[in-house]
C-alpha cells in the first residue's frame, strides 16, 4: 500500500491557541444568537447596562435580556418596551426613553412594570421640534446629574438638556447643541456608497464616560442603507464643546454578514475592558445584534474591529488587542456540487425557484436557500475542498457553525402574536463523502433563535451536511446563510483529479 504522507499546514495536532483552547474556552459569534419569546426579539437599537453585576439589554421588538457574563442572555418579557428603548438606574429606580414617549417611565425592578411618571416639562425652543421625540438616551454624570441626549431630525444633529434630579421629566437648563451633519464627513451620507452629499438622518446618541473623557456617539446614513455606521466625538465636559474625532468612523462594513453596524451602546464588561453593542442591519431587510471589544490608544481615540468570526469571549483575553481565536470562514460558495454531479442545486436535497442552494453559503444576507415545502428533512452538502482537478485535496478542521434563519418580522416591532420560533438540525461532517460523524446534534432544541451559533469539537472533515429536522411550518422554510468556521490543516495528494469522490482509504 502506497503511504502519502500529510504535510501539516497548521498545528492541527495542537488544539491550543496561546492560553486559550478552542472546544473550551467560549467564544461568541456575531450576530449574536440572543432568545427570543413573546414580544421581544432583539431587533436592534440596543441599549445596555450593568447593575448589581448583571447586564441588562434592552432593544427594539421589545422585551428585555439578562446576563452575568455577556455571553448567555436570558429572555424576560417586558410590558410597554417602546421603540428604540434606553433604560438607566437612578437612586434606586430605573427610568426608560424610547420613540414617541413624550416622557419618562418609571419602574422599581430594571424588568418593570414600567408606568409612566409624567411628560416632558419646561420645555425650552428645541431646534428641529419634539413633536416626536426619539432615540432618548438619558446619561448620569458622576456627581449624580442626569442629561437627556436626543437627535433633531435628518441632519440637525445631537441636543443635550439637563434633567431635575428629583424629576427626569423637567429639563432645567438650555438646549445644548453639540454638533450637525457635516458633509465633509463622507460616511455620514445617505447612498449605498455615501453619494447623497447633502442628505444625511444622524441618530442614536450614546454618552460613555472613560478616565476623564466623555465620548458621544452617534449615528449616520440611515439603516436603509449598507452603510450605516457609527462615530464620535469627544469632550472633556458633558456638555461639551465636543469635537470630532480624526479616526471616524467607529464602526462600518458593507460587506458579509454583518453589516451596517451602528445605533448601539458602550458598557464595561465584566473583564473590565470595553464592549459595544450595536444593530446589525441585514441585506434581507431584518436585524440582529452584534458586539465588539473596544481599544482606546494612547491619545484617547477608541477603536472597534467589526467582526463576523468566533472571538473569544468576554473574559478569556485579558489584552483585547491579542489572542485570536484563528476561525476563518471556509464554507463560502463552497456547495458540494462535485459529490454529486450536475449543477450546484444538487448539493441541496430541494430548493425553491430563485432560491437556490449557493445562496445559503454566499455570505449575503440578501439571498437565501428554501427547500421545497414538501421536503420534510431538506439537506444542505457543502464540499470544503471544491477545486476540481488539482493535485492536492485540502482537508479542514472545522470548529463553529453559524446559521441565519430568515422569515418573520423585519424588525420586529413589540405586539406580535406570533410564537417564537424554534428550529431544529443537525450537522454531520465526513473525510470521504461516505462514512459521516455527526458533531452538532440540536435534535431537541426547544430554545428560540433565529441565529444560531454551535461549537464544534474541532475535527478534520472535508464534507460537511446539514439536516433541518423541524422548524415552524407557518412560513417556508429559509436559511440567510449557513457559515462553517474552521482552519486548514492538511493536504493529501489526489491520485484521480477528475473523480468526483476520492478513495481516501490510503490517508495516512
Known sequence: MKKFVIIVALLACSLSLGAQTLGKDARYCNPLPMVMGEGGNASGDVSVFEWEGKYYMFCTGGGAWVSEDMLNWDFHYVANVPVA???????????????????????????????????????????????????????????????????????????????????????????????????????????????????????????????????????????????????????????????????????????????????????????????????????????????????????????????????????????????????????????????????????????????????????????WWSPDPNDLQPTLTLNLSAQEGQDRIQIFQVDGLRILFGGGSNRGFSGSSVAAPVYKYKLDVSIDGQTWTNVVDQSANKVSRNTVFDEIVPTECRYVRLTMLDWPKSSPLSILDMTVFGRPTSYFPNTNPIAPVLDMSNRD
Not at 167 to 179: A, D, M, Q, R, Y
Not at 260 to 269: E, I, Q, Y
Open 85 to 367: 428603548p434606553d433604560v438607566v438606574p437612578y437612586k434606586g429606580k430605573f427610568y426608560m426613553t424610547g420613540n414617541g414617549v413624550k416622557g419618562v417611565w418609571v419602574a422599581d425592578n430594571p424588568l418593570g412594570p414600567y408606568e409612566l411618571s409624567g411628560t416632558w416639562i419646561n420645555l425650552p425652543g428645541i431646534e428641529g421640534g419634539w413633536t416626536s421625540p426619539f432615540d432618548t438616551h438619558i446619561f448620569i454624570d458622576d456627581d449624580g446629574q442626569p442629561y437627556l441626549f436626543w437627535p433633531g431630525m435628518a441632519i440637525s444633529g445631537i441636543h443635550s438638556v439637563k434633567l431635575n434630579p428629583n424629576n427626569l421629566n423637567e429639563w432645567t437648563g438650555p438646549v445644548t447643541h453639540h454638533f450637525s451633519f457635516n458633509p465633509k464627513h463622507t460616511w455620514e451620507r445617505q447612498g449605498e456608497h455615501n453619494e447623497y452629499s447633502d442628505v444625511a438622518w444622524i441618530e442614536g446618541p450614546w454618552v460613555y464616560k472613560y478616565k476623564g473623557t466623555y465620548y458621544l456617539q452617534y449615528s449616520g446614513s440611515g439603516t436603509q442603507w449598507r452603510t450605516y455606521a457609527e462615530g464620535y466625538y469627544k469632550a472633556k465636559k458633558v456638555q461639551g464643546p465636543y469635537t470630532y474625532a480624526g479616526n471616524n468612523p467607529l464602526l462600518r462594513r458593507t460587506t458579509g454578514i454583518v453589516t451596517g453596524p451602528a445605533h448601539g451602546s458602550m458598557v464595561t464588561g465584566p473583564d473590565g475592558n470595553i464592549w459595544q453593542f450595536y444593530t446589525i442591519v441585514l441585506r434581507s431587510g431584518g436585524r440582529r445584534i452584534g458586539m465588539d471589544r473596544v481599544i482606546v490608544d494612547k491619545k484617547g481615540n477608541l477603536t472597534c474591529e467589526v467582526t463576523d468570526t468566533p472571538q473569544w469571549a468576554p473574559g478569556v483575553v485579558k489584552d483585547p488587542a491579542k489572542g485570536s481565536t484563528g476561525s476563518i470562514i471556509i464554507s463560502e460558495g463552497k456547495v458540494a456540487a462535485s459529490v454529486f454531479g450536475g449543477p450546484d442545486n444538487r448539493a441541496a436535497s430541494s430548493y425553491m425557484p430563485g432560491r437556490d442552494a449557493v445562496y445559503a453559503v454566499d455570505d449575503n444576507t440578501a439571498t
